[in-house]
């Protein structure tokens, strides 16, 4: 089946005691925060607002800052690079393509620039004596510098300086228990071992939220409000000709590639991207930022004040929502010539699997915001008989909560979904309602039959085990009333 992305961790082992976070000062950005070390903005934004809301500072290292900027000329010289003979031909034909940039330095200005600019965030500048200190590390290979791309010495590359340093200068303002770090870099817990000092919190930029919010499992009331919202949006941008936005969305690259066929030689591809959002196939876990409870049984502290000011109720839910969609990649064909030809392909079968947040008033959506790049996988083949595509979908449907089926396709050819504008129909079309559920299923819940004794897909009908496994790895825990 296709890879539901990384495996997240219990958000009951990642939430912070209320103690240990009313000591945080702040939560430090590592360069590794953000996917392939490239950040994104908007979203860094909304983290640095989030963060302010309970009195937490974001703190962005000057080297880490660097090393975006320096990632996203190398950026801007390929997008440059690749393009120029379709630049030139574009050209040619009076069409002028503008170019912002002269070179890769006012690209770096622009970044560093930009990342000034974003309220709430605070650029920790590296002093003389850390850049000294980081320097002495990586060329006397003191821990955590290390060496890379070789064991033996003369030939490797000495790495290390730059977190050496950040990480002594951020020292200077705060304890290891009053920072918080987003890193996946082992080096970062290195050197807080090798210098003698307490380790810091660290963790992912995607388990952010479970790790200082006090969240609960939905009791599907926010569920269903996000399905249908989820559902309308689809619904208007389809008619305005628009586009889903789910902010960036990573991996298709990596995941062509690690598809291509081993017998020929991998493509060189660039410019993969998702292009079209087609619907939504499954909802993963679904929690809700509750008041968080106190020990000594008085009233409840709000996770977040700023979100409950005034007489309104407002909420934030989180959950993983799975989407169908289509992309397109460009690949660059070397000629006999020595010049080269690029096409671009279009890619089917795409699954998209993203962290989203709500905002409720008063029990309706006012707002969506992703909270972490989304991650694009391509989906295996579909079933290969009828047979194997009615199994996969009745063990797909029989972990979905309100839906039974009791292993036979023959009783249930056609199912109604309450809420959710979506369902199973037989390729006659033709349905009528045989009556409830039985009481298992919960309250609500229908099934049809049509008048055929057995109803197979219709031809046009792809199923494919990716989309079940969606489905089937994304049930969340009801809890007891």
Same mark, same amino acid.
């Given at each position: 089946?296709? +890879?539901?992305? /990384? ?50 500072? @974001? ?7 660097? =090393? ?19 630049? #030139? ?14 070179? /890769?330095?006012?690209?770096?200005? &622009? ?22 200190? !980081? ?19 003369? /030939?490797?590359?000495?790495? *290390? ?51 200082? %919010? ?8 926010? +569920? ?26 990573? !991996?298709?690259?990596? =995941?062509?590639? +690690?598809?291509?066929? *081993? ?7 660039? *410019?993969?991207?998702? @292009? ?37 109720? #407002? ?10 969609? =289509?992309? =397109? ?18 890619? +089917? ?10 905002? %409720? ?12 790049? !989304? ?49 199973? #129909? $037989?390729? $006659? ?15 609500? @819940? ?12 219709? &031809? ?11 489905? @089937? ?9």
């Amino acid at each position: 089946m296709g +890879r539901t992305g /990384r495996q997240t961790i219990d958000q009951a082992q990642l939430r912070l005691e209320p103690a240990l976070r009313d000591k945080l000062k702040a939560v430090v950005l590592d360069a590794n925060a953000y996917g392939e070390a490239r950040p994104n903005l908007d979203h860094l934004a909304r983290v640095a607002a989030r963060l302010a809301g309970i009195g937490i500072d @974001t703190w962005l290292p000057q080297p880490v800052a660097w =090393e975006w900027a320096e990632h996203l000329a190398l950026d801007w010289e390929v997008l440059k690079n690749a393009a120029s003979d379709q630049r #030139r031909r574009l050209l040619d034909a009076g069409i002028e393509i503008p170019m912002p940039f002269g070179d /890769r330095e006012q690209v770096i200005a &622009a970044a560093l620039g930009n990342l000034a600019a974003i309220p709430n965030v605070k650029i920790i500048e590296v002093t003389g004596r850390s850049a000294i200190e !980081g320097l002495k590390d990586q060329v006397l290979l003191r821990k955590p510098a290390k060496l890379k791309g070789a064991t033996d010495k003369s /030939r490797g590359q000495k790495t *290390g300086a730059s977190d050496s340093a950040w990480i002594r200068d951020v020292l200077e303002l705060a304890g290891p228990d009053e920072i918080l770090i987003i890193s996946e870099d082992k080096d970062v817990k290195a050197a807080f071992k090798e210098w003698n000092k307490p380790e810091p919190t660290t963790r992912a930029l995607r388990d952010l939220v479970p790790t200082l %919010f006090h969240l609960v499992v939905d009791d599907g009331s926010a +569920r269903i409000a996000i399905i249908r919202y989820l559902l309308g949006l689809l619904e208007t941008a389809a008619a305005d000709g628009g586009q889903l936005d789910l902010g960036r969305i990573d !991996g298709l690259e990596a =995941e062509i590639l +690690r598809e291509w066929d *081993g017998d020929s030689p991998k493509p060189n591809t660039y *410019g993969a991207a998702v @292009t079209s959002i087609l619907a939504l196939a499954g909802l993963g876990s679904v929690t809700v930022e509750a008041d968080e409870p106190k020990p000594d049984g008085g009233p409840a502290r709000r996770s977040n004040p700023v979100l409950h000011v005034g007489p309104a109720d #407002r909420r934030t839910a989180h959950a993983i929502a799975y989407f169908l969609a =289509e992309g =397109e990649t460009a690949v660059q064909t070397v000629l006999d010539d020595g010049g080269a030809e690029s096409s671009v392909y279009p890619i +089917r079968s795409v699954l998209v699997r993203v962290s989203l947040s709500f905002d %409720f008033t008063d029990g309706v959506i006012t707002a969506m915001e992703p909270e972490a790049d !989304g991650q694009a996988m391509l989906l295996d083949h579909s079933y290969d008989t009828t047979e194997e595509a009615e199994e996969g979908l009745i063990e797909a449907l029989n972990v979905v909560p309100g839906v039974f089926v009791d292993g036979s396709f023959d009783n249930l050819p056609d199912l109604e979904f309450p809420g959710a504008r979506a369902g199973w #129909r $037989s390729a $006659s079309g033709a349905t009528r309602r045989t009556g409830r559920c039985p009481s298992s299923c919960g309250p609500g @819940t229908t099934t049809t039959s049509s008048p055929s004794a057995r109803s197979r897909p219709s &031809a046009s009908t792809t199923w494919t085990r990716g989309t079940a496994a969606a489905a @089937t790895g994304s049930r969340a825990p009801t809890p007891s009333p």
